[in-house]
């Protein structure tokens, strides 16, 4: 693996943080510390945002909602909005990866478009995409 300079960090990896996930979110805390301890920059986008807030919204749990707003501002990460040009790029990667979901094309698309060398996710069939690194959660150190 190449060195890590820019990260885009794929929702499940905030799941697994904040909810304190028993195998992931040690892996997750480790891969923040990691990124702060060597001046990463962290980027993820508006997908994110809305993909982590779905159950805690059901669930009238506001406050999880508010760890995760914190937890994006105490690792000053940059938050992207998807544009016409990322969704033209997400389309061209669906058209190449026949697998590839929207939400996930967005992602990766959104990855790339931000300049990000690295996108961190637990999804493994992502691995296939040659556009950007992919690193695993679940192989990190």
């Known amino acids: 693996m190449k060195e890590i300079r820019r990260v885009f960090v794929d929702t499940s990896i905030f799941i697994y943080f904040i909810e304190g996930h028993e195998i992931f ?33 059901q669930k009238n749990r506001l406050d999880v909602i508010n760890s995760f707003k ?10 992207y909005s998807i544009n016409l040009k990322i969704a033209d790029l997400a389309a061209k990667l669906r058209g190449k990866y026949k697998f590839l979901k929207g939400m996930d094309a967005l992602q990766i698309a959104t990855a790339i478009y931000s300049g990000s060398d690295h996108f961190i996710t637990n999804d ?9 690194e992919i690193i695993i959660i679940e192989e990190w150190q």
Do not use: H, W
Request: hydrophobic share 40%; glycine share 2%; aromatic share 12%.
């Open 25 to 57: 979110g040690n892996k997750a805390n480790d891969f923040f510390k990691y990124c702060l301890a060597n001046r990463i920059e962290m980027k993820t986008s508006a997908i994110s945002y809305m993909e982590f807030c779905v159950i805690p919204y």
């Open 70 to 79: 914190e937890l994006i501002i105490d690792l000053d990460m940059s938050i």
């Open 124 to 132: 493994k069939k992502l691995q296939s995409i040659s556009e950007i």
